[in-house]
């Protein structure tokens, strides 16, 4: 148990599909993060959020759309997502910006 | 750019044994570093971190070493178990208007045979 929980562990959509993942951290922290992972890739950071705040989207396409409604809940919405946007999506969560981050065991997002 | 990168790919120990993976950094402004354990399935779990004016620093059977002046970072497990069987990935930080930004490395995959 990381503290960190990822909803759903496996999601398979269509690219016209619009779904959305949900984490929830019951750490107490401040900041949370999305990553994506992708085979023989280092961890991406798309996006971060200090205080319900967004502070970072890294360059990433409007197609991914989070929201972090309070500081335990981070969702990333998605729509019309492309193939190469399979992988797994990893949140984590520090008590801020510059304390260690804490994972999620992630999604496992799959375009068909 | 500036990465973070890995010496080997994959290491693989006999039970018991020590294990060091290794990590190299490129950007001499990084001050804090990170070694994550991710398991198949699961997603990065901490190990340990130390900051740039520490060359050294222990856990539990864990130790980091810092080498600031050949810009390396390692990680070494005593007594290895199965259960060490993972992909460690470094991760650093520079210091700047972006504490929180991590730059991972590929990863390490230790395997332990028992």
């Known amino acids: 148990e990381t503290g960190v929980t990822q909803t759903p562990r496996h999601l398979v959509m269509g690219m016209t599909n619009k779904k959305s993942l949900k984490c929830e951290q019951h750490l107490g922290h401040n900041a949370m993060y999305w990553y994506k992972q992708s085979a023989k890739k280092p961890l991406e950071l798309m996006f971060v959020y200090s205080l319900e705040e967004r502070v970072e989207n890294n360059s990433v396409p409007s197609r991914f759309s989070p929201e972090c409604p309070n500081s335990s809940h981070l969702f990333l919405h998605l729509h019309t997502l492309q193939p190469e946007d399979s992988a797994l999506y990893l949140c984590?969560?520090?008590?801020?910006?510059?304390?260690?981050?804490?994972f999620g065991d992630g999604t496992r997002l799959s375009i068909l | 750019g500036e990465s973070v990168g890995l010496h080997l790919p994959t290491l693989s120990v006999q039970e018991g044994d020590n294990s060091i993976i290794n990590c190299a950094y490129s950007n001499s402004a990084s001050d804090y570093f990170i070694w994550y354990k991710q398991e198949s399935g699961k997603g990065p779990q901490f190990i340990i971190d130390?900051?740039?004016?520490?060359d050294k620093r222990q856990g539990q059977r864990v130790t980091v070493l810092l080498n600031k002046t050949v810009k390396h970072l390692s990680l070494q497990i005593a007594a290895t178990q199965p259960g060490d069987s993972a992909v460690y990935f470094c991760a650093e930080n520079i210091r700047g208007g972006s504490n929180y930004k991590l730059t991972f490395g590929k990863g390490t995959l230790l395997t332990v045979n028992p």
């Open positions: 130390i900051r740039s004016n520490m």
């Open positions: 984590a969560s520090s008590q801020d910006l510059v304390q260690p981050q804490h």
